[in-house]
C-alpha cells in the first residue's frame, strides 16, 4: 500500500515545514523513552514544545530543556528534541508532561538483582495505515502494561512506503510508550536502501552503554562527510538480568560486523556471570540464528557465535530476533532458547502455498518446539527462578495474499514455556584461617580455620626457614569453620614460625610469633 505524505503528517507537523509560515504552538507527537540506567531516562518527542516538567506527583516541580536531536531526523521538518533527565531514585514513578501537554508517567529501574517484572517483544512492525493490523498489536502491548518493550527491527517500512511511515510509526506506538519504555534493535529495513537510513532511528533514541560497530552504514552529512552516529548497539541491566542488543550485519555477505561484536560482548557477558546479583543473560537483534520460516535455516554464522559464547556463560539462556515474519520458539540449543518475534504488525511472510506456510516444510525441525504463522505479543515475566513466556493471539486475517495457520481467538495465549536459571554454584568457604590467638603468645595458639570440603586435610607447623617441624592429619570435618589446637610445646624455641593448613591442593598460611614463657 502507498500512501502520500499528507495522509500520515499532523497539520501541525505539515504547518512547521513550511517556508514563512506562522509556526503555531503545536503540541508534542512522536514521544517515548529509553531507560538510560539506574537512575537516568531520555525522552525524545517532534513539536514545538522544549522543556519536559517531572516530579512524584502531577504537580511535578521539575523541569529540563530538551536540546535538538543529534543526528537529526530526515522523516518530517520537526523540530526533533532530546531530554535526558538525570539524577532520579531507582525504582520510583514519577510524572511528567511535555510543554502544556497531558500528564504521564515512567518508572525508573527496580534495585539491581530484583525480579517480578514483566518486558514485551515484537519485531516487523511497520505503521498502523500501511499494516492495519500494527495498531491492534500495540493496543495489546499497552494493555498488557510491561516495564519496556523490546522492538527487534524493521521497525517502520519507509524504505519501501515512504519516510511518512516514519512519523506514523512513532505516533502509533504511543498507545504504549508514553508510559513504556522503548528499547529498539536496528534492522534491515532501517538502512538496506537508500530511500531510508538510520539517522531515522539513531536520532529519535539515546540508548545505554552505546557501542559502534565496523562498516555500520551512517549517511553523510550535507557536504558529504561521514558521520559516525555509533549507537550500532548496546546494554543495560534490568532488575536481574543483563540485556545485550547484538547490532544488525549492516551487509548481505560476510565478514559482518557480528565478529568485532562477539569479541567485544565477552568482558561485558564475563561481568554478568560473576555478578551473583545477576540471574539471567538475553541477548537481542534482528537476524534470527534458528528459524524455519522465511529465512530458513537462520544465520549460521550467528549461530556460531551465540554457541560459542553459551559455552562459557551458563546465565546465558535466552535470544531475542525478527526479521522471520512469523513466531517461533526453538528447544534450548546449547542451552539457548531462540524466540522469532517477527509478528509486530507487518504482513507474514509464508510460502503462500495452503499446504504448508513454512519455507523448511511440514512437520517442523527437531529443535522448533513452537510456531505459528499468526501475529501476536510475545511476553516475558522475569522471575528469581525462570523467565515465564505467554504468546497472546493478536487479531489477524486469513486472506490469499497473506494466510495464517492458527485460528485462536484474541487474547487468548497460544504458547507458554518456562527457562529455568541455571544452576548457582555450591556456595564454599574459602580455604582459610580466619582467627589466629593469641598472637603473639608464649602459652599456645588456637587456630579457627575453614574447609573446603570433606576431603582429608592436614596442618603443618614451619619454622622461619620453612622447614617442617610437625604435620597432623586434621579430622574431615567437612565445610565451614573449625578450630584446632598447638599447644607450647610444638615449637622448639622462641621465634617466629609459620601455620600451613592444606587441603584438595589448596593451601592457607598464617605467621606467629612465640615469645619466651615466663616461670
Known sequence: MKRTPLAAMTLCALALGVPGHVRPACAADEIHWTIEGQTAVTFEWRGSETTIAYGATPAHGFTVTATPSTPWPSSS?????????????????YHYAIGGGPDHTFHTPPPHGSSGFNVLVEGDVGDAVTFPRMGLVQNLIAQANPQFVLVVGDITYANDF???????HFNDVMAWSQDVAYMPAWGNHEWDL????????????????AQSSPGAPDSADAVGTPRPYGKDWYWFDYGNTRFINIPDPYKYNPPSPWRDWKARVVPIMDEAEADSEITFIVTFGHRPSYTSGHYYPGS?????????LSATHSKYVLDLCGHAHDYERTYPQAHITHLVCGVGGA??????????????????????????FRHATVQLRFTSTAIEGRVVCAPDTNTHSEMIDL???????IDTFAIAAPPRPVPTSPLAFSRVAPNPSNAGFSLT????????????????GGRMIMRQGLAAAGLGPHVAQVPYSSFPAPGIYFVRLR???????AKVTVTPLHR
Open 449 to 464: 580455620y575453614s574447609l573446603v570440603g570433606s576431603d582429608p586435610a592436614t596442618l603443618e607447623l614451619l619454622d622461619a
Open 162 to 168: 515512504g519516510q511518512q511511515c516514519v512519523d506514523q
Open 407 to 413: 485460528e485462536c481467538e484474541v487474547g487468548t495465549v
Open 503 to 509: 587441603q584438595s591442593g589448596q593451601s592457607a598460611i
Open 77 to 93: 521538518p520537526g523540530p526533533f528534541w532530546t531530554a535526558r533527565i538525570t539524577g532520579l531514585q531507582e525504582n520510583t514513578l
Open 300 to 308: 549460521t554464522e550467528l549461530r556460531g557465535y551465540l554457541e560459542a
Open 194 to 209: 537508500t530511500t531510508d537510513d538510520l539517522r531515522n532511528y539513531k536520532g529519535r533514541f539515546e540508548l545505554p552503554n
Open 347 to 372: 504482513n507474514l511472510e509464508g510460502t503462500d502455498s495452503v499446504a504448508c506456510l513454512w519455507n523448511s516444510g511440514c512437520p517442523p525441525p527437531a529443535w522448533s518446539a513452537y510456531r505459528a
